[in-house]
């Protein structure tokens, strides 16, 4: 769990079990001391689709797009298989059924373009608005009036 996540959820160094090891390091080099462990439960889908697991974070202090990694543990617990690929995720919900999560193209590719060119945080676009076909109001038959659409035959 990065530190931003750690904030938005107002926790506090009193929520955290202390980490003794060594620093860790990062692609580019860079090294960070964790702040250590916070035991949080984790909900996934929503409704009947819902499942609740108990969650071990890391806490640490570096800049990422990520809020938190799910690890290897918690996939284990809660029976999914994801796929980086196709973007989903499948577990077992409590009423031993199937269920998927599935992520965003459009802001898997908005995250992918802000890494490649270094940056820390990612800009979701506003959405447009509906666009309006201004030419077509009605289909007319030939000799009614404009904006006046034929009945229907009564049946």
Known sequence: MYLGLFKTLQLSEMNLIPYVGPDLQGFNGSTTKP???VDLIVTFGEGKAMKSVR???MVVDCTSLYNCIIGRTTLV??????STIHLKMKY????DQVAT???DIAAARRCFEAAA???????????PEPKKNPG??????KGAQRGQAKRPPHC
């Open 101 to 103: 999560i599935n992520d």
């Open 55 to 57: 969650t071990q974070f």
């Open 35 to 37: 702040w250590g462990y």
């Open 92 to 95: 077992y919900t409590q009423d």
């Open 117 to 127: 060119k270094n940056l820390n945080t990612v800009v979701t676009p506003k959405k």
């Open 77 to 82: 617990e809660l029976y999914a298989v994801s």
């Open 136 to 141: 077509v109001n009605a289909i007319t038959e």
